[in-house]
T-cell receptor
């Protein structure tokens, strides 16, 4: 059983461009969480999604950030008009049902020049 | 609101020595508790968790943590560390009524020296 997959692993964007981060949860998992890790900091919750639904987006910045988890395909975290402060590692985690244990992917490291 | 405090940002220790990484949390309701380990440039791996039952939980690689409700702590311990234990360790809590989203501490970097 493959683990949580994220791609790309590294992403470089210039200020003003768009970044699209993908997360494929573990097989059989229908719940996805996104977290952001700023340099030298812990992880901060961003958004929790189920298939076709955003359940909790209390950690998402109000502007430029959006997330989706379509019926088919991976979950996507989209950052429009990136700024240098968006440079961070973005981690996706999945769980099979609404339960307490989450399994993390390897992360996408975004660098904004 | 919940919060997690890891007081030690870095813990240097010699190989084969014991270590304790401290974690305290604040919450007005029952929480689930976790320790995750992050090796350089990698994702987080679940080390151990406390959900209910026995307050002492163990991992397969020799780590253990004890849930202490009165002190709101979940310290991580290992009696004898290896060089390969060098990593960042994160304590986290979640709640059933809060979508199980994880609230993380700031992390403790364990540095094992030969």
């Amino acid at each position: 059983n493959a683990g949580v997959m994220q791609n790309p692993r590294h992403l470089v964007r210039r200020r003003g461009q768009e970044a699209r981060l993908r997360c494929s949860p573990m097989k059989g998992h229908s719940h996805v969480y996104w977290y952001r890790q700023l340099p030298e900091e812990g992880l901060k919750f961003m958004v929790y999604l189920q298939k076709e639904n955003i359940i909790d987006e209390s950690g998402m910045p109000k502007e430029r950030f959006s997330a989706e988890f379509p019926k088919e395909g991976p979950s996507i975290l989209r950052i429009q008009q990136v700024v240098r402060g968006d440079s961070a590692a973005y981690f996706c985690a999945s769980s099979p049902i609404k339960e307490e244990t989450q399994y993390f992917g390897p992360g996408t490291r975004l660098l904004v020049l | 609101a919940q919060s997690v405090t890891q007081l030690d940002s870095q813990v240097p220790v010699f190989e084969e020595a014991p270590v304790e990484l401290r974690c305290n949390y604040s919450s007005s309701v029952s929480v689930y508790l976790f320790w995750y380990v992050q090796y350089p440039n990698q994702g987080l791996q679940l080390l151990l968790k406390y959900l209910s039952g026995s307050t002492l939980v163990e991992s397969i690689n020799g780590f253990e943590a004890e849930f202490n409700k009165s002190q709101t702590s979940f310290h991580l311990r290992k009696p004898s560390v290896h060089i390969s234990d060098t990593a960042e360790y994160f304590c986290a809590v979640s709640r059933e009524d809060s979508s199980y989203k994880l609230i993380f501490g700031s992390g403790t970097r364990l540095l094992v020296r030969p």
